[in-house]
């Protein structure tokens, strides 16, 4: 790092505030912000040290952008700048989606809000493929080249895309197990060079699986104990970035406790994809559905709070984090069926479109985001649109 001194905090508001106002496009687009800063312009990190920021936080669960934010604010002034650093990247899109929320979710909102609404939800399905789509080159490169490694990559995939479909809050569990999975099989001897895996794999998540079995007791509470449940499991025990949230949050959201409909998920979605910031501010907007926007900030602070806790306590571990064989093991088994549960969430959000027009909005954002390959952001809004000018041309929900 070429820093000689700590930077100032109100200079890490300033900077991750921005990002965090500009920061449209997910995590491709804040990592090439939080590169351009920290290394091509004020130079306060080598190419080098943010590279390993950039690796050190794919391997965590929970929102990866967000905790290269974290990090590299971390890396600046320590656990004061990773506060305040995290904190200024999360809260303007936060605050946007709260104040959408509010629009999008309350009780008799304007008609060309429930079809800007309902036509940029249809776009959603499509945007769950294209995320899935977009994830399978770098998890296949990880499974390697050997037949044996790619037939469980293809056997993982399609677990979590039957989990995707219907498994809903127990999707957290089928991931586990199928990272777990293959560092069972790799340490038996099918690791290329066939190595134990001895040595470094010690202190791995040896209690991951039954800790996650044991937690989702705390659904069981109802009210501001389910949402912080819902919430927790999207911040510590997601892997594989932002869009895996989806198929963990609609059944819980939807079917068991009822905080918003099917159609409403389907406008949080849009808007967590539409606000700047990290994707998962649509935990908000589910946590403003259940109890306002009390809620929302409750949802927000349980979701993000891991990121930080990882961050702080854990950075300067983190080269050894990215050197242990049996964490690289874990998501080599982890990351398909995370691929596979985000394309098999496309089926249930497609059953939730109510109308037939959503369904050539569906249509022509796949050919958008899947043939043509253009943005999402670009997509939600104008399947918005489309939805305004149905409403208004007298189309349901108009």
């Not at 629009?103 to 945007?127: E, Q, R, T």
């Not at 039954?210 to 501001?224: I, Q």
Request: net charge positive.
């Amino acid at each position: 790092m070429e820093q000689t001194g700590p930077v100032r905090l109100r200079t890490i508001a300033r900077e991750w505030g921005r990002i965090g106002v500009v920061g449209f496009g997910g995590p491709p687009a804040h990592i090439l912000l939080l590169r351009r800063l920290c290394v091509e312009q004020r130079r306060w990190l080598s190419a080098q040290e943010f590279e390993d920021g950039v690796a050190a936080t794919n391997l965590l669960p929970g929102p990866a952008s967000t905790q290269l934010a974290i990090l590299t604010a971390w890396r600046l002034h320590g656990a004061a700048g990773a506060l305040v650093g995290g904190v200024c990247f999360i809260a303007p899109g936060l605050v946007l989606i709260l104040a959408l929320s509010a629009l999008f979710l309350a009780g008799s909102p304007p008609l060309w809000v429930l079809g800007a609404a309902a036509g940029a939800g249809a776009a959603v399905p499509a945007v769950a493929l294209q995320a899935a789509v977009a994830l399978v080159p770098g998890s296949l490169a990880r499974a390697g080249s050997g037949r044996a490694g790619r037939a469980r990559w293809g056997a993982y995939a399609l677990v979590g895309v039957v989990a995707g479909v219907l498994v809903g809050p127990w999707l957290v569990l089928v991931l586990l197990a199928a990272g777990l999975t293959e560092v069972a099989v790799r340490s038996r001897g099918a690791r290329p060079g066939g190595g134990t895996g001895q040595g470094t794999r010690k202190g791995t998540r040896r209690g991951a699986l039954p800790m996650a079995g044991a937690l989702p007791a705390l659904g069981g509470l109802g009210g501001l104990g389910a949402l912080a449940w819902v919430a927790f499991k999207v911040g510590a025990l997601s892997y594989g970035g932002g869009f895996v949230i989806i198929p963990l949050m609609q059944n819980d959201a939807v079917h068991r406790y009822h905080w918003m409909t099917d159609g409403q998920f389907l406008n949080a979605v849009a808007l967590g994809q539409v606000t700047p910031g990290p994707v998962v501010h649509t935990v908000a907007a589910v946590g403003y559905a259940a109890a306002g926007a009390g809620g929302g900030l409750l949802a927000a602070a349980v979701a993000f709070g891991p990121s930080f806790l990882f961050v702080i306590l854990g950075a300067r571990y983190f080269g050894r984090l990215r050197a242990d064989s049996r964490v690289q093991d874990f998501l080599t088994g982890a990351g398909p069926a995370v691929t596979g549960a985000i394309a098999g969430s496309a089926v249930p959000l497609a059953a939730s479109l109510q109308y037939g027009w959503q369904w050539g909005v569906l249509g022509a954002a796949a050919l958008w985001l899947l043939v043509a390959r253009r943005g999402v952001v670009t997509a939600l809004v104008c399947a918005g649109v489309l939805g305004a000018l149905a409403s208004s041309a007298g189309l349901p929900p108009g």
